[in-house]
T-cell receptor, first 111, second 113 residues
Framework: GEDVEQSLFLSVREGDSSVINCTYTDSSSTYLYWYKQEPGAGLQLLTYIFSNMDMKQDQRLTVLLNKKDKHLSLRIADTQTGDSAIYFC???????????FGQGTELSVKP | DSGVTQTPKHLITATGQRVTLRCSPRSGDLSVYWYQQSLDQGLQFLIQYYNGEERAKGNILERFSAQQFPDLHSELNLSSLELGDSALYFCASSVTQGAAEAFFGQGTRLTVV
């Protein structure tokens, strides 16, 4: 069935780059997404990439997509303490009926 | 602000009770999705509606039901509540279904005591 997997934790120092990785099984997703969830808050859509693209850059965020390996990554440049949150990758499941999420990666940014 | 409104923000109720969670999608969005987020299960898809019709069903219990009204708002009904139903319930909306940006509300935190 559809599955999206992420590592659970990542800790970086302020100013470093963070790379959050995700693998997925369903290759039919037309778009793949990254969401951010701050403590006690909802899910904020950060960015997304169309499945026929390899890379998308949006200010400090860079999304890389390797369709062959079904691997998606989110790079955050110059990571700040305000970037501390849980990051979810997601893709549409079969027939587009549901957005499937990974377990989320908790990013901790230390000063 | 995503434009998706969920009410109430917090709800505390006793086991065995029934509650209704409400979601107003972004203006123009026809599709509504409900998700449950708990510590042990992560983000679980419950159900999706598109323009008033049920389109996809996930891990939704039989004690739970939902509907989408002609004005496109949606309600999630949870009955015979159990302690394990305590979770954050999110609603999301998108213009269409699949291959579209889905925007999430702030969630309703349900605590069953």
């Amino acid at each position: 069935g559809e599955d999206v997997e992420q590592s659970l934790f990542l800790s970086v120092r302020e100013g470093d780059s963070s790379v959050i990785n995700c693998t997925y099984t369903d290759s039919s997703s037309t778009y793949l997404y990254w969401y951010k969830q701050e403590p006690g808050a909802g899910l904020q859509l950060l960015t997304y990439i169309f499945s026929n693209m390899d890379m998308k850059q949006d200010q400090r965020l860079t999304v890389l997509l390797n369709k062959k390996d079904k691997h998606l990554s989110l790079r955050i440049a110059d990571t700040q303490t305000g970037d501390s949150a849980i990051y979810f990758c997601a893709g549409w499941g079969n027939q587009g009926g549901k957005l499937i999420f990974g377990q989320g990666t908790e990013l901790s940014v230390k000063p | 602000d995503s434009g998706v409104t969920q009410t109430p923000k917090h709800l505390i109720t006793a086991t065995g009770q029934r509650v209704t969670l409400r979601c107003s999608p972004r203006s123009g969005d026809l599709s509504v999705y409900w998700y449950q987020q708990s510590l042990d299960q992560g983000l679980q898809f419950l159900i999706q509606y598109y323009n008033g019709e049920e389109r996809a069903k996930g891990n939704i219990l039989e004690r739970f039901s939902a509907q989408q009204f002609p004005d496109l708002h949606s309600e999630l009904n949870l009955s015979s509540l159990e302690l394990g139903d305590s979770a954050l319930y999110f609603c999301a909306s998108s213009v269409t279904q699949g291959a579209a940006e889905a925007f999430f509300g702030q969630g309703t935190r349900l605590t069953v005591v």
